[in-house]
């Protein structure tokens, strides 16, 4: 089995910087992918991390610890159109390398 | 980024009858795809994994009889929801991989299913 554990819900300010941590417990870890999900609507992919380390992408940038079992996605210069879900998932390396979802943390960005 | 097709976006159906729910890779070819129930202000929870030309694989939990999975070709696999009941009103999202195995998931539009 596996944990994917994610705040579910977190706040901020426009401009502002935010970080959404996932904690991961499971087995035959193969990489982890943060989405991006607004209402109503279907997941839209940010980052993929498999190595230690920090991926940069613009705004966003997403940091992995395999040993920790520990991810972050960071968001940089907030803007109101970042209010959305995000969420992380696990890639497995069983059988056809299924992605599960963590969570699930609900962004609200504030004027 | 590769290009998923779900269909239909929303539909309306009666306690009893069944839905048909396609997901089509449109310019690759999706060797597995994966099936997820979503629920208001949830995660998505996997449902199946389907794999073209072989019988799909169940998470614990998920009736095999009443969500059936068809992956008929490299492009395309159903889910149909037979007998549906109001408490299986949900948002059912499905995702493709390419055949290279750990590359990022190509999502459907989803389809917004209510039972009526």
């Known amino acids: 089995g596996q944990n994917i554990d994610q705040p579910t819900e977190m706040t901020a300010t426009e401009g502002a910087i935010v970080q959404i941590n996932c904690t991961y417990q499971?087995?035959?870890?193969?990489?982890l992918f943060w989405y991006q999900q607004h209402a109503g609507e279907a997941p839209t992919f940010l980052s993929y991390n498999v190595l230690d380390g920090l991926e940069e992408k613009g705004r966003f940038s997403s940091f992995l610890s395999r040993s920790k079992g520990y991810s972050y996605l960071l968001l940089k210069e907030l803007q109101m159109k970042d209010s959305a879900s995000y969420l992380c998932?696990?890639?497995?390396?069983?059988?056809?390398?299924?992605?599960?979802f963590g969570t699930g943390t609900r962004l609200l960005v504030s004027p | 980024g590769a290009v998923v097709s779900q269909h239909p976006s929303r539909v309306i159906c009666k306690s009893g009858t069944s839905v048909k729910i396609e997901c089509r890779s449109l310019?690759?070819?999706?060797?597995?795809m994966f099936w997820y129930r979503q629920f208001p202000k949830q995660s998505l929870m996997l449902m199946a994994t389907s794999n073209e030309g072989s019988k799909a694989t169940y998470e614990q939990g998920v009736e095999k009889d009443k969500f059936l999975i068809n992956h008929a070709s490299l492009t395309l696999s159903t889910l149909t929801v037979t007998s549906a009941h109001p408490e299986d009103s949900s948002f059912y999202i499905c995702s493709a991989r390419g055949e290279t195995g750990n590359t990022e998931a190509f999502f459907g539009q989803g389809t917004r299913l209510t039972v009526v």
């Open positions: 499971t087995s035959g870890f193969n990489g």
């Open positions: 310019d690759f070819q999706a060797t597995t």
């Open positions: 998932a696990v890639s497995r390396n069983t059988g056809f390398q299924k992605l599960v």
